[in-house]
């Protein structure tokens, strides 16, 4: 395995929660992703990390921050989360060379 | 911006056959391209990847892919389809320059029939 764990691995909460999931690795990768992955979409860009405290948005960022304050943890918040979050979140980490490690997802429910 | 597209939600291929999953992309400039696999209630594991040099990619579990620079294609081929092969595959692309980003196709499911 690559050294990526993320938790919680199962969440159910209600709309307007705060909400973090996390991501943790052993590897000292320089990147880090979120992605979320829904049916019909494959798989979408949250946000990602390029070092400690840079981070940029990917495709889908609204109503979701990151935080990334040491190398290996990356924090992904909904603030209020919102039925539409409904997901199952990938955490991946990687290099330059572009070969990504992932987790083995978070799957957050939304009521 | 980057985009990938897998035209097939599905393919269906039988047992010893030779299997091919399609991907064409876009992107600025050269491509770095890959291959992901998903077992069920699993993360994305790497198949292979292309960033330069000789036009075949071999893989792991003997997938190959062959990039074509004038059909903006990464097409992904094995020669003899195992039941086990049965999986979802995505394709990803990223700028070979600048900040890694990954883009992912929507995703194909490969059935093999026994």
């Known amino acids: 395995d690559a050294g990526i764990t993320q938790s919680p691995r199962h969440k159910v909460t209600e709309t307007g929660t705060p909400v973090t999931l996390r991501c943790h690795q052993t590897?000292?990768?320089?990147?880090m992703y979120w992605y979320r992955q829904d049916p019909g979409h494959g798989l979408r860009l949250i946000h990602y990390?390029?070092?400690?405290?840079?981070?940029d948005k990917g495709e889908v960022s609204d109503g979701y921050s990151v935080s990334r304050s040491k190398t290996e943890d990356f924090l992904l918040t909904l603030e209020s989360a919102t039925s539409s979050q409904t997901s199952v979140y990938f955490c991946?980490?990687?290099?330059?060379?572009?070969?990504?490690?992932f987790g083995e997802g978070s799957r957050l429910t939304v009521l | 911006a980057q985009s990938v597209a897998q035209p097939e939600d599905q393919v269906n291929v039988a047992e010893g056959n030779p299997l091919t999953v399609k991907c064409t992309y876009s992107?600025?400039?050269?491509?770095?391209l890959f291959w992901y696999v998903q077992y069920p209630n699993r993360g994305l594991q790497f198949l292979l990847k292309?960033?330069?040099?000789?036009?075949l990619v071999k893989g792991s579990y003997g997938f190959e892919a062959e990039f074509n620079k004038s059909q903006t294609s990464f097409h992904l081929k094995k020669p003899s389809a195992l039941v086990s092969d049965s999986a979802l595959y995505f394709c990803?692309?990223?700028?070979?320059?600048?900040?890694?980003?990954?883009?992912f196709g929507s995703g194909t499911r490969l059935q093999v029939q026994p």
């Open positions: 590897e000292n990768h320089r990147y």
């Open positions: 990390s390029y070092g400690v405290k840079d981070t």
């Open positions: 292309y960033i330069t040099g000789d036009n």
């Open positions: 990803a692309v990223s700028p070979n320059t600048g900040r890694r980003a990954l883009t």
């Open positions: 991946a980490i990687g290099e330059d060379t572009g070969e990504l490690f």
């Open positions: 992107v600025s400039g050269n491509p770095y």
